[in-house]
C-alpha cells in the first residue's frame, strides 16, 4: 500500500523524487482542506519545497469518484489510518513502517536510490517494461505519467474538435502544476501522449486506460482559496486525523 500511494501521490502531484519522499504530515495545510459533510474530503492541500524555489508552494490533492482506484484522497488517508503514521515523514524507509509506538517517524524518509531500485522492479518484473526495450525508467516517470493523465484528462473532456485557446489555456495549467516554465520542457516529459491517446481510441481499448478530466492542481493567490475554506467550511474544517476518525 505505501508504494502504491507514493505512485499516486507522485503522479497527481507531478512530483520529482525526492519531492516525494520529503513529504511530512506537517506539510499539510489544514485550513485549505474541502470537507463534505455527507461525501468526506473533496480535497486536501498540501505545502511542497519544489526543486528551484525559496519558499513552499501549495499544491491540491483532488479526490477522485470516477476512477476510485487513482484516488489519492482515499489512499492515502487509508495508508494513514493503517501505518499509523502521525507525525514527521509520511512515507518513512518500508524497514522502519510500523515500529513506532507513537507515530512519529521524524527520523528519516524513503531513500531515493530505495525508491529508484523499486520503482525499476515494478516496472521490470511486474510490467515487463525494460531498459532492453530502449525505454529509460527512472524516478521522473511518474512526472513523465503525470503529463500522460493531465493530456488524457482534457482530451476526454474536448475530443478532438476544440478551439485553438483552449489547449493553450490547459498545457498553460498542465505546465504550471508541473511547475513547468519552458514549453520544451513539458514537450520532452509529454511525449507521444496525444498520439498514444489516439492509438488507444481507435483500438477500441479506452475503457482499460481511463482516466478522469484533467483538474489543475495549482495555487498562485492563496487568499482567496482560504476565504472560500473559511465560509463554507467553519464547521466541517478537519485535520487529516479527524478525518480518518470521523469525528
Same mark, same amino acid.
Given at each position: 500500500? *505505501?508504494?502504491?500511494?507514493?505512485?499516486?501521490?507522485?503522479? /497527481?502531484?507531478?512530483?520529482?523524487?525526492?519531492?516525494?519522499?520529503?513529504?511530512?504530515?506537517?506539510? =499539510?495545510?489544514?485550513?485549505?482542506?474541502?470537507?463534505?459533510?455527507? &461525501?468526506?474530503?473533496?480535497? +486536501?492541500?498540501? #505545502? %511542497?519545497? =519544489? #526543486?528551484?524555489?525559496?519558499?513552499?508552494?501549495?499544491?491540491? %490533492? @483532488?479526490?477522485?469518484?470516477?476512477?476510485? /482506484?487513482?484516488?489519492?484522497? &482515499?489512499? +492515502?488517508?487509508?495508508?494513514?489510518? +493503517?501505518?499509523?503514521?502521525?507525525?514527521?515523514?509520511?512515507?518513512?524507509?518500508?524497514?522502519? +513502517?510500523?515500529?513506532?509506538?507513537?507515530?512519529?517517524?521524524?527520523?528519516?524518509?524513503?531513500?531515493?536510490?530505495? @525508491?529508484?531500485?523499486?520503482?525499476?522492479?515494478?516496472?521490470?518484473?511486474?510490467?515487463?517494461?525494460?531498459?532492453? $526495450?530502449?525505454?529509460?525508467?527512472?524516478?521522473?516517470?511518474?512526472?513523465?505519467?503525470?503529463?500522460?493523465?493531465?493530456?488524457?484528462?482534457?482530451?476526454?473532456?474536448?475530443? !478532438?474538435? !476544440?478551439?485553438?485557446?483552449?489547449?493553450?489555456?490547459?498545457?498553460?495549467?498542465?505546465? #504550471?502544476?508541473?511547475?513547468?516554465?519552458?514549453?520544451?520542457?513539458?514537450?520532452?516529459?509529454?511525449?507521444?501522449? %496525444?498520439?498514444?491517446?489516439?492509438?488507444?481510441?481507435?483500438?477500441?481499448?479506452?475503457?482499460? $486506460?481511463?482516466?478522469?478530466? @484533467? /483538474?489543475?492542481?495549482?495555487?498562485?493567490?492563496?487568499?482567496?482559496?482560504?476565504?472560500?475554506?473559511? *465560509?463554507? *467550511? #467553519?464547521?466541517?474544517?478537519?485535520?487529516?486525523?479527524?478525518?480518518? $476518525?470521523?469525528?
Amino acid at each position: 500500500l *505505501q508504494k502504491y500511494v507514493m505512485i499516486i501521490l507522485g503522479i /497527481k502531484l507531478f512530483l520529482r523524487a525526492d519531492e516525494l519522499n520529503s513529504l511530512r504530515v506537517e506539510s =499539510f495545510d489544514v485550513s485549505l482542506f474541502l470537507v463534505d459533510r455527507d &461525501r468526506g474530503p473533496s480535497a +486536501l492541500c498540501v #505545502k %511542497i519545497q =519544489f #526543486k528551484n524555489d525559496v519558499t513552499p508552494y501549495h499544491m491540491v %490533492i @483532488w479526490a477522485e469518484s470516477e476512477y476510485p /482506484k487513482f484516488c489519492p484522497v &482515499r489512499h +492515502l488517508l487509508y495508508y494513514l489510518w +493503517l501505518s499509523g503514521v502521525k507525525k514527521g515523514y509520511i512515507f518513512p524507509p518500508a524497514k522502519l +513502517l510500523l515500529h513506532s509506538v507513537d507515530g512519529n517517524y521524524d527520523a528519516d524518509h524513503y531513500a531515493y536510490d530505495d @525508491w529508484l531500485d523499486c520503482l525499476k522492479g515494478m516496472l521490470t518484473k511486474n510490467l515487463n517494461r525494460g531498459d532492453s $526495450n530502449g525505454e529509460i525508467y527512472g524516478t521522473h516517470v511518474l512526472r513523465k505519467t503525470a503529463y500522460l493523465f493531465a493530456i488524457f484528462g482534457v482530451l476526454k473532456m474536448y475530443g !478532438r474538435i !476544440r478551439p485553438e485557446e483552449v489547449d493553450q489555456i490547459y498545457m498553460s495549467s498542465i505546465m #504550471k502544476s508541473a511547475r513547468h516554465s519552458s514549453i520544451q520542457n513539458a514537450i520532452t516529459y509529454a511525449k507521444d501522449a %496525444i498520439t498514444q491517446y489516439e492509438w488507444i481510441s481507435a483500438a477500441r481499448t479506452q475503457h482499460g $486506460n481511463d482516466v478522469s478530466c @484533467w /483538474k489543475a492542481i495549482n495555487i498562485e493567490s492563496i487568499g482567496s482559496y482560504r476565504a472560500v475554506c473559511a *465560509q463554507q *467550511q #467553519k464547521r466541517l474544517q478537519k485535520d487529516y486525523l479527524g478525518l480518518l $476518525n470521523g469525528t
